[in-house]
C-alpha cells in the first residue's frame, strides 16, 4: 500500500514540476486584426506537447473569469446595440463556454475543500484521491499574440488495468475542455490540441490518457476528435 501511494506522489510531482516553467495571463485579444483579417496560429508539430502548459487551478479559474466577462460585456454591448441574436442575449459558442467556465469552477471549489494542510498529508495520499490537473493551450500565434485558447481539465485516477486484475494502472482521464470566446477554428484546428495532450501523455510515458469522460458530456469533441478525426492525427 505504501509503494502504491509513493507511486502516485511521484506521477503527481512529475505533472506539477511543469508548473515551474511560468505561465504569464494577459488580456484576450480580438478576433480579427486591426485590418479585418483573421488572426493566425501554428501548432508545434514536431513537439505539440511544447504547446501545452501545466497551470495551477488559481490561474485556471484567472483565465476562465476573464473569459466569462469579455462573454458578458460582449452581451451588454449587443443588448445596448439592440444587435441581440434571433435566440436570445448568447449565442451557442458562449453558452457552451459559459457552461463549460461553471464546471471547471465547480471543480475548482471542489477540490478546495479536500486541500491538504501539510505536506505530509500530501505524501500520504490515499488510493481513493483523484488529483486534478489543469492544461493551457497557447500555440504559437503568428501575431505574436500570447494567449491561450484553450484550458484542458483532466483527473489523474488508478484503477485496475484490465477488469478483475490485481494489476493497478494510472490514467488521465480529460473531463473538460474549454474555449476562449475569442478562439476560431479557422484560426487553428482544436485537433492540434488533442495532439498536444497525446505526445505529452507519450512524453511523461507514466498514464493512460481516456478521453471517454469528455465524449460522454461533450458531442462537439467527440464529433470534432473521433468522427471527423478518427485516428485523432489525421490533418
Given at each position: 500500500m505504501m509503494k502504491m501511494n509513493m507511486n502516485m506522489n511521484m506521477k503527481i510531482l512529475?505533472?506539477?514540476i511543469l508548473?515551474?516553467?511560468g505561465f504569464p495571463v494577459l488580456s484576450?485579444?480580438?478576433?480579427?486584426?486591426?485590418?479585418?483579417?483573421a488572426r493566425g496560429f501554428v501548432p508545434n508539430l514536431e513537439n505539440p506537447?511544447?504547446?501545452l502548459k501545466a497551470i495551477s487551478a488559481g490561474t485556471a479559474l484567472l483565465i476562465s473569469k476573464n473569459w466569462m466577462q469579455n462573454i458578458l460585456l460582449d452581451v451588454m454591448v449587443r443588448r445596448r446595440s439592440n444587435d441581440l441574436s434571433p435566440s436570445g442575449e448568447f449565442v451557442?459558442?458562449?453558452?457552451?463556454i459559459v457552461s463549460c467556465i461553471q464546471e471547471l469552477q465547480k471543480d475548482i471549489e471542489e477540490?478546495?475543500?479536500?486541500?491538504?494542510?501539510?505536506w505530509v498529508d500530501t505524501l500520504n495520499i490515499n488510493d481513493n484521491a483523484k488529483p486534478i490537473i489543469y492544461f493551457a493551450w497557447k500555440p504559437k500565434s503568428l501575431q505574436g499574440f500570447n494567449e491561450v485558447l484553450f484550458l484542458v481539465v483532466a483527473i489523474l485516477v488508478k484503477e485496475p488495468c484490465e477488469p478483475d486484475s490485481d494489476e493497478q494502472c494510472f490514467y488521465l482521464d480529460v473531463k473538460n475542455v474549454i474555449q476562449s470566446p475569442f478562439w476560431d477554428?479557422?484560426?487553428i484546428n482544436s485537433i492540434y490540441l488533442k495532439r498536444s495532450l497525446i505526445d505529452q501523455n507519450n512524453f511523461t510515458n507514466e498514464t493512460i490518457l481516456r478521453?471517454?469522460?469528455l465524449y460522454e458530456t461533450n458531442l462537439r469533441y467527440r464529433l470534432a476528435w473521433e468522427t471527423w478525426f478518427q485516428d485523432g492525427m489525421r490533418d
Open positions: 512529475r505533472f506539477f508548473l515551474s516553467l484576450l485579444m480580438p478576433k480579427k486584426l486591426p485590418n479585418g483579417g506537447r511544447e504547446d451557442y459558442d458562449d453558452l457552451h477540490s478546495q475543500k479536500k486541500l491538504f494542510t501539510s477554428e479557422k484560426e478521453f471517454d469522460k
